[in-house]
């Protein structure tokens, strides 16, 4: 396997994750808190017993409400992993590029010092 590769890929999801951070920051600080009306247009925050993101009103807008929710999923997903083989395998995936860095960087550690 080509570890460079695996580790250049896994810090661009990083990357995207942490910009889905600064974006969740953005919504925060720009849009009022809570539900919205049917015709809003854009992102907002909510509050259903856990915090979370919805985005509606324009093409694509389920792949943000997704990306604008993965920081959150890396917190509440283990937590229900326990109860639920959908939220494991969400814990897996949402974990997947800090795992595939850490081994990456391990492995080219050892062939460096190999």
Known sequence: MNWRILKRISVFFIAILLL????????????????????????????????????????????????????????????FAIFSIRAFVIAVVVWLPFLAYAVSAVKLRRLANA
Do not use: H
């Not at 920051?25 to 993101?53: H, N, P, Q």
């Open 20 to 79: 889905a951070v600064v974006a969740d920051f953005v919504v925060f600080s720009l849009v009022e808190y809570g539900r919205k009306s049917t015709d809003f247009i854009g992102c907002y925050a909510y509050d259903a017993m856990l915090i979370g993101f919805e985005c509606q009103g324009f093409i694509g807008s389920a792949i943000v409400t997704a990306w604008l929710n993965w920081p959150l999923w890396l917190v509440f997903a283990p937590m």
